[in-house]
Every structure is written in C-alpha cells, then in structure tokens.
C-alpha cells in the first residue's frame, strides 16, 4: 500500500442510538468506495437495533422507531458489509474515526468476527490541511470544497460528503506536503502540527493587492523571479484563499514555505461560478502535464480518458438556488457536454434572456461533437450538489412550452432548498 492511487477508501458513516459502540446499537450504515479519485460505488441500509431511539436523536437524524422496526437484523446484512471491508488494499475512513470504527468493531463481535483495518480520519487530515479559521465538521469541511448538504446527519448524505472532501484532501495532502503514499499520510494525520512563520518580506511583497483580489471562484499562481510557474491552484473564493496563506503570517507545511519563498508574484483569473472555476482547473490539468503537479491528472486521469458512466445527458438545463438566498435561481445550459451560458434569475425575474441563449444554440446539438471531458467535470459538480438541483433534458423537447416547465421547475428548486435546510453540526 504505497501509492495514494492504490488504495480502496472505504469511506463510512453509522447513525446510531447513542455515543456508546458497546451498550448502543447501529440504526443506519453506509459506504462509499472510492478508488482513483472518484466514487466507484455506495451501500446503504437502515439496520434494526432492537433498541429505544432517542428523541433527540430521532430530531437530529430523522430515523424513527417505526423505521427501524421493519429493518433487515444485523446479521442479515453482516455480509453485505463484511465483503466490502474485506476488499485487499482497503483503508476505513471516517469523519471522527474512532467513533465509527468502534461501532463497526461491535458490530463484527457480535457476529463472532475479528475487525481490523487501517484507519484514517478526515477530521484530523481537515486539522491539518484546511485553514486554521475554517471549521472541521462535515458541513464546513464540505462547504469549504463546494459540496452541499441536504438532510444532515443521514448516513449515506454523510458518507458521500466526507468521500468527496477526502478526494479534495488527497490533492492538498500531496500538493501542500509532499505526501504520496498511504503509509505517509497515515503518519501524517497523527503527527503534531507544526507552524511555519512566513518571513515578513514575503508577506509585505505579495500582500499589496490583496485586498483588491475578488470574492469569487478562479484559479491562482505563483511564479518565480524568472516568471517560472512554481505553483498553482484553485478555490471558491479567491479572496479568502489568499488571506489565509498571506495575513495568518504562518503555515503548516514547510514545502508549502520554501514555494512561497521562492514567489515573487502572484496572478490570478475569476470564474463566474464555481463549475466554470472546476472546468478551468481541469483545462490547467490537462494543459500543465509537465508541470511538477501532475499528481492531479493521475488522480483525475480517468476523466479525460474515459467516456463510461456518463449518467447524465449531453444537451439540458441545471438550475439550482443559491445558499445565500434561496429567491436566487442558478441556470446553467450544457449543450453537447459544454457549459454554454450560465446566469443567476430571480424567481419572478424575466427569462428571455435565457429562451434566446437556448434558441441560438439548439442548432449545435449533435451527438458527434459531446466534449465528454468536460462533461465528466459537470456530472461530478452536480453530484457534488446532492440532488439539491433539478435538470431538465433538452433532447426531444417541448419547446413551445418551454418557458413555463423552466418557471415549474424553477419554483421547484426553491420549494425543495426550502424544505432541506441545514442541520448544524454536533462534531
């Protein structure tokens, strides 16, 4: 188990009837498999604990008493389970490890099974990687990579929250510290941090514009006295990315260091959204194989390579609400694979503008010409979404109608953001 790119991440989450693995019990398992970079496969099933739920806990999670009376016995789906840890080259990751790992380990005891596995936990690799003034719960870690949440504390909602943050991590892991081995970054979640002051000609020379740099999505890179890339990278907020490598005046990673002390300026490009900012990323990471990053094309290798599970079509319309006001409808047009237009409309805010965009590009449909790298880059975005969007197929369409599905599904979106709000984080 050396490679990052080897290993199988068993990515779990239980939901349960209470903090204690001995006397509680499993009411919710899921796993999601993540091998090369991507989401592979998921497993999710309620479990009967034979076991009064909480209150509380039903109010947090949402599972009933009534739910769990008619669940599969636990070792009805032991099994099920049991194969898919067993699988060579596995690692069990959880967000809070030890809380999950400890549940699983009963769960095999009462089957009269030995569990064991190598550990890794998301909630120390966000201690290490993320910014000191970002939260390390599920929610904030995956707000901070631009996954949403619907219906917290759900185990599969969870387990492919952490999935999809654990992908990002690996990234930042190897970028940001050099670490490319499951045996490294094993080490690596265990060691104390240790901060490195950035010395305080580097922070006066690169910090003049900062504060003229946007809060929007973009790319960013540093470039050596010779004007040599040294280093770049993506974010959602081009603003707050850099104020926490330049005003915190320290970092945790000393390779991180010797870049920024090599970096004598600093460029970077804005993105209306965060999907063009991901389909710019993936463009650099294409275009830069010879650059000394390229971790990330073989991480991400796949999808520039491969035209498999495509699960979406090639010609729609996504629309999805904003965070920060839910009135807000983000519309985004993908024609043959590409993002053609995008633009943010207000629920009772005229459409035409959209209508004509669809109308004018309509005659571009052509199977033939599907860029099925960049919609690969899109189906993973809106997975990141978690069926907090609504798509509508453009092929074999009504479009003599089209205004009023698009105005339906528009309050849709809104209806269903409305009735998912968030549930704050217990750890």
């Known amino acids: 188990m050396n490679n990052l790119l080897n290993a199988r991440y068993i990515v779990t989450d239980v939901e349960t009837t209470g903090s204690n693995p001995t006397n509680d019990k499993i009411t919710e398992i899921a796993c999601v498999i993540v091998e090369n ?12 604990p034979h076991k009064e739920i909480p209150p509380y806990i039903t109010k947090m999670t949402g599972i009933t008493q009534s ?15 049991s194969n898919i840890f067993s699988s060579q080259n596995s690692i069990f990751v959880a967000h809070n490890v030890q809380f999950d790992y400890a549940f699983i380990s009963n769960f095999y005891k009462r089957a009269y099974k030995t569990f064991d596995m190598p550990q890794l936990c998301t909630l120390k690799l966000a201690r290490k990687i993320l910014p000191n003034d970002t939260k390390k719960n599920v929610g904030d870690m ?10 917290r504390h759900r185990a599969l909602i969870d387990a492919k929250a952490t999935a999809m943050s654990l992908i990002e991590m690996l990234i930042l892991a190897y970028k940001d510290h050099r670490i490319n081995s499951i045996n490294d970054l094993l080490i690596f979640q265990n060691k104390p941090t240790i901060n490195y002051k950035i010395p305080r000609d580097i922070v006066e020379r690169l910090t003049i514009r900062l504060d003229n740099i946007p809060y929007q999505p973009g790319v960013f890179q540093f470039f050596d006295k010779n004007d040599y890339m040294i280093f770049w990278d993506f974010s959602f907020n081009l603003n707050e990315k850099m104020k926490s490598i330049f005003k915190k005046n320290n970092i945790n990673s000393k390779y991180f260091l010797d870049i920024l002390s090599n970096t004598h300026s600093v460029y970077y490009k804005t993105c209306e959204s965060e999907l063009s900012a991901l389909i710019l990323r993936h463009e650099m990471i294409e275009n ?3 650059f000394e990053f390229n971790f990330e094309y073989e991480l991400f290798g796949d999808i520039f390579n491969n035209r498999k599970n495509i699960k979406i079509p090639h010609n729609f319309i996504y629309l999805q609400a904003q965070e920060n006001d839910e009135k807000i409808i983000d519309i985004y047009l993908i024609i043959n694979g590409k993002l053609k237009y995008q633009k943010s409309y207000g629920l009772k805010a005229p459409i035409d503008t959209l209508l004509n965009k669809i109308k004018q590009l309509i005659v571009e449909i052509n199977i033939n010409n599907t860029d099925y790298k960049e919609l690969k880059v899109i189906y993973q975005w809106i997975e990141m979404q978690n069926n907090s969007g609504i798509l509508i197929e453009l092929n074999d369409f009504d479009y003599q109608n089209l205004s009023n599905i698009i105005r339906q599904k528009m309050l849709e979106v809104y209806e269903n953001y409305k009735s998912n709000n968030l549930v704050d984080e217990i750890y």
């Open 288 to 290: 830069d194989l010879d």
């Open 37 to 48: 970079g991507e989401i592979v496969s998921e497993k999710v099933t309620l479990v009967n």
């Open 67 to 81: 739910m769990v009376q008619k669940a599969p016995e636990e070792y009805e789906v032991f099994d099920t389970f």
């Open 142 to 151: 995956s707000r901070y990579f631009g996954i949403r949440l619907t219906k």
